[in-house]
């Protein structure tokens, strides 16, 4: 059975879950493409059931990541399961660049409908029927 292992490098999705409440298993998802090219992309949900391996997996990795895993495909029995990769091995190539500075939300503003104040060149402004024309 070693020689049905396979090894995929990618990198890692988004964070990482644990698989149950105790966190011995650990959930991921990889994104592995054979080429450069955006469109050969594929994201492959991984499982780890090593309680080591699992907790590594847990704690130390971040999205970004550029990994190596080794495992086992698991192929789907109905057509609604997925195919996923038993992960035996762990290997991270890369690490994920630190960010200087954290994104800062913004907020969009915009314009209310009547508004005074116009982002055009020649604002016109609606008189009041209240007042008196001068």
Known sequence: MADD???????LDEETVPGDVHGSTARFRLTVSPTDERADEMILPCSVADPSL??????DLVP???????GYLRLPRTPDEPVWLVVTTLAVLETAPLLSDPP????????R????????PNPTRRRSPWRASA
């Open 54 to 59: 699992a907790h590594a997996v847990i704690h």
């Open 113 to 120: 409908p009547n508004s005074t104040s116009c982002p055009c």
């Open 5 to 11: 292992a396979i090894a995929l490098d990618g990198f």
């Open 64 to 70: 970004g990541d550029k990994l190596r895993v080794t």
């Open 104 to 111: 800062r939300p913004t907020r969009s503003r915009a314009p």
